[in-house]
């Protein structure tokens, strides 16, 4: 059997993370302090109004972390790609998902092994979708 270690205190960065990343994309904040000696930088967000996705890149130090949001319950666009997901369907935000992940791989040279996805709700499931995808070797998801 595989063990799964968790590293608490990164996990815990990355809910912070989540929890703040629609103000990155509402561009409310350019980085974020999740204690006095963790500084992550907004890289880059993502909205697509078509399909309401919407991610943000953060960066500590040489680390990238891709977030995802997760379900806006006042927008149809998530409900419906919530009800895809049930009925076992690909919704569009995976695609742009996967958009987001493969231009910032290619316009800010991330390696792989420097690249972890997160996401709550919604998001953890385009998380769970990139790591597939992309074979990134850290995913933190959250309900």
Not at 2 to 17: I, P
Not at 18 to 29: L, P, S, T
Not at 132 to 137: D, E, P, R, Y
Request: hydrophobic content about 35%; some cysteine.
């Amino acid at each position: 059997m595989r063990k799964t270690f968790v590293n608490f205190d990164k996990a815990n960065d990355y809910l912070k993370l989540c929890n703040i990343a629609r103000k990155a994309v509402e561009g409310e904040i350019n980085y974020y302090h999740t204690d006095p000696f963790s500084t992550y930088e907004v890289v880059k967000t993502s909205f697509d109004r078509w399909t309401n996705f919407k991610a943000v890149l953060f960066r500590k130090n040489d680390e990238y972390i891709a977030a995802f949001l997760g379900t806006d319950f006042k927008n149809a666009k998530d409900i419906c790609t919530n009800i895809s997901m049930v009925m076992g369907r690909q919704p569009k935000q995976f695609e742009k998902a996967e958009e987001f992940v493969s231009d910032m791989i290619r316009d800010y040279n991330i390696p792989l092994d420097k690249l972890t996805a997160i996401g709550n709700s919604e998001g953890g499931s385009e998380a769970i979708h990139i790591k597939g995808t992309f074979g990134i070797k850290e995913v933190y998801t959250f309900n």
